[in-house]
Nanobody
């Protein structure tokens, strides 16, 4: 079964930047939506950004103007460029693909992003 493999997390100072990547290991057909979610300690998982196959994007209000989501359909890879990071961006970030007519969910294992103030 295909899996999603994330990379790019780490520790960064406030105001800095990180770039997350998520690639499918194995074949996933008809990926309709690629996205990033995050979960901070003691909080529910929340949507950060999604991008659909046509290229349209949706961002959480808290990251608009700072984060950019992009995708490479040929590589089945999604990216999240995070600029001007804040301490409140600290969380585990998960990538998500929704594929096929039934929008089957695939999740990455999560990557820790820690922003020090």
């Amino acid at each position: 079964q295909a899996q999603l493999v994330e990379s790019g997390g780490g520790l960064v100072q406030a105001g800095g930047s990180l770039r997350l990547s998520c690639a499918a290991s194995g074949s996933i057909f008809r990926i309709n939506v690629m996205g990033w979610y995050r979960q901070a300690p003691g909080k529910q998982r929340e949507l950060v950004a999604v991008i659909v196959s046509g290229g349209s994007t949706i961002y959480a209000d808290s990251v608009k103007g700072r984060f950019t989501i992009s995708r490479d359909n040929a590589k089945n890879t999604v990216y999240l460029q995070m600029n001007r990071l804040k301490s409140e961006d600290t969380a585990v970030y998960y990538c998500n693909f929704k594929a096929g007519i039934n929008m089957v969910d695939y999740w990455g294992q999560g990557t820790q992003v820690t922003v020090s103030s």
